[in-house]
Nanobody, 122 residues
Framework: DVQLVESGGGSVQAGGSLRLSCAAS????????MGWFRQAPGKEREGVAA???????SYADSVKGRFTISKDNAKNTLYLQMNSLKPEDTAMYYC?????????????????WGQGTQVTVS
């Protein structure tokens, strides 16, 4: 079974940084597109960043220049480095994965999801 486990969330002041990790098991991450998504209370889920099998990346406009997605195929782990955090970045962050033909920030394409990790920026 595919399993995704996020970690690294927490509380930080505006302007601070956090690095989220997503440990994957049950599949080879190098063959999958992976992404980070977030959902704040009362808001729809939003695609934040995604990385393709070839290492190509895609970012939401709201995080471009501040967030960096990366993955370590040897460790089967996905990362999201978040810098210059803003209060509006406060949300539950989820990682997702699937074997997709194209890189996308649309969550409906992904079938495998983690349980999420909370990020709070004050």
């Amino acid at each position: 079974d595919v399993q995704l486990v996020e970690s690294g969330g927490g509380s930080v002041q505006a302007g601070g940084s956090l690095r989220l990790s997503c440990a994957a098991s049950g599949y080879t991450s190098s063959r999958y597109c992976m992404g980070w998504f977030r959902q704040a209370p009362g808001k729809e889920r939003e695609g934040v960043a995604a990385i393709g099998r070839d290492g190509s990346t895609s970012y939401a406009d709201s995080v471009k220049g501040r967030f960096t997605i990366s993955k370590d195929n040897a460790k089967n782990t996905l990362y999201l480095q978040m810098n210059s955090l803003k209060p509006e970045d406060t949300a539950m962050y989820y990682c997702a994965a699937d074997r997709l033909p194209v890189l996308t920030l649309s969550g409906s394409w992904y079938n495998y999801w983690g349980q999420g990790t909370q990020v709070t920026v004050s």
